[in-house]
């Protein structure tokens, strides 16, 4: 039983991570790619000038910041499911994927918000300079790559479904 919750909750967890791995990436890619920060000193030097310079808005640290804060509510919308035919765990957003409703069975658990949104915040917190490294410096990364890295390879949340397949 012990080991079966064990194994439940890594899965959850690796769920819940390769989630808001796509979550970050929508938001950042959904970004107006032609809005702008300013960033530099706002010292002025003995000339009058300041070093400032502007960089683009969507992915960089600011942004990214500012996604991490809402990020855990998006995770509202979701419940976990079952596919019917081959039983693997999944996470339905249930206010967009209604036609998959129909090939997965819901899993009933009074808990499951709360537990989403507990994962998501501690992955979160966790891993946060990990998460900022990675998105500021994979322009052109797939989004695979990242979950791959970021869930498996720092978090080890995922590592556990792979072997038992």
Do not use: W
């Amino acid at each position: 039983m012990y080991l079966q919750l064990s194994y439940q909750q890594s899965g959850l967890k690796c769920l819940v991570c390769k989630q808001v791995v796509n979550e970050i990436s929508s938001a950042v890619m959904n970004e107006d790619p032609k809005k702008t920060i300013q960033v530099g000193s706002f010292r002025i030097q003995p000339d009058g000038t300041q070093k400032q310079s502007h960089i683009k808005y969507a992915g960089s640290e600011l942004h990214l910041n500012e996604i991490l804060e809402t990020v855990c509510n998006s995770l509202e919308d979701f419940a976990q499911a079952k596919d019917k035919d081959s039983g693997e765990l999944t996470l339905l957003n249930l206010s967009k994927d209604v036609e998959k409703l129909s090939t997965h069975e819901l899993v009933q658990d009074p808990d499951l918000n709360r537990s989403l949104k507990y994962y998501c915040e501690s992955f979160v917190e966790d891993y946060e300079d990990d998460i900022l490294k990675i998105f500021k410096s994979s322009e052109e990364v797939a989004v695979e790559d990242i979950t791959r890295k970021l869930c498996s390879d720092y978090a080890g949340y995922c590592i556990a479904a792979h072997s038992e397949l």
